[in-house]
């Protein structure tokens, strides 16, 4: 079993900077991709971003490119999320998610373990 513990989020102006960390637990073996995916109210949980265990590979959903970015520290078993010129469109529960393979996707199907989500709002 893996446990995920997401924290960071809050509530920030828009234009403001928040870093996001999700802390894994439990049966973390390599190699796994973990990525972060948000759940607007009543919208679809969309991806945001994902990174590989190794740091090698990143992926970025279009409309955070540039504004986000995806780290780990796999000696603190942390993967973080930077999250610079937040806008109010960015208001949302993020979550972060653990797949256990090593590529990384987008569909939120594909990933095995889940946080319980932290709230981020962006004020105008």
């Known amino acids: 079993q893996v446990q995920l513990v997401e924290s960071g989020g809050g509530l920030v102006q828009a234009g403001g900077s928040l870093r996001l960390s999700c802390a894994a637990s439990g049966r973390t073996f390599a190699p796994y991709s973990i990525g972060w995916f948000r759940q607007a109210p009543g919208k679809e949980r969309e991806f945001v971003a994902a990174i590989t265990w190794n740091g090698r590979s990143t992926s970025y959903e279009d409309s955070v490119k540039g504004r986000f970015t995806i780290s780990r520290d796999n000696a603190k078993n942390t993967v973080y999320l930077q999250m610079n010129s937040l806008k109010p469109e960015d208001t949302a529960v993020y979550y972060c998610?653990?797949?256990?393979?090593?590529?990384?996707?987008?569909?939120?199907?594909?990933?095995?373990?889940w946080g319980q989500g932290t709230q981020v709002t962006v004020s105008s």
């Open positions: 998610a653990l797949r256990t393979r090593i590529l990384v996707v987008t569909e939120a199907a594909e990933y095995d373990y």
